[in-house]
């Protein structure tokens, strides 16, 4: 079973930047790939960003050019870089390995002034 636990989050101004990390419990060089998703009240999760174990990423065309998400593998770790933040950023982010059912416990993102 593997746990991610998710940190990083926090009040932010529109136009600001936050850093999202996800520490993985087992070696994430094994995992084939992880994603970080988000959920905004009264909305479904949508997948913000992918990472696959080649270093391949993809994002919602939301967030393309603001969002790098990105792993160090000797930590363990998955981040999501975000930055130039937006209002409608704000929302639950959640830390998923894709293809399991293991989800993070998510970590409030609001930007507001």
């Known amino acids: 079973q593997v746990q991610l636990v998710e940190t990083g989050g926090g009040l932010v101004q529109p136009g600001g930047s936050l850093r999202l990390s996800c520490a993985v419990s087992?070696?994430?060089?094994?995992?084939?790939?992880m994603g970080w998703y988000r959920q905004a009240p009264g909305k479904q999760r949508d997948m913000v960003a992918g990472?696959?174990?080649?270093?391949?990423?993809n994002y919602a065309d939301s967030v393309k050019g603001r969002f790098t998400i990105y792993r160090d593998n000797a930590k363990n770790t998955v981040y999501l870089q975000m930055n130039s933040l937006k209002p409608e950023d704000t929302a639950v982010y959640y830390c998923?390995?894709?293809?399991?059912?293991?989800w993070g416990q998510g970590t409030q993102v609001t930007v507001s002034s």
């Open positions: 087992e070696n994430i060089v094994s995992i084939s790939s």
């Open positions: 998923h390995k894709l293809g399991s059912t293991f």
């Open positions: 990472l696959s174990r080649g270093g391949r990423t």
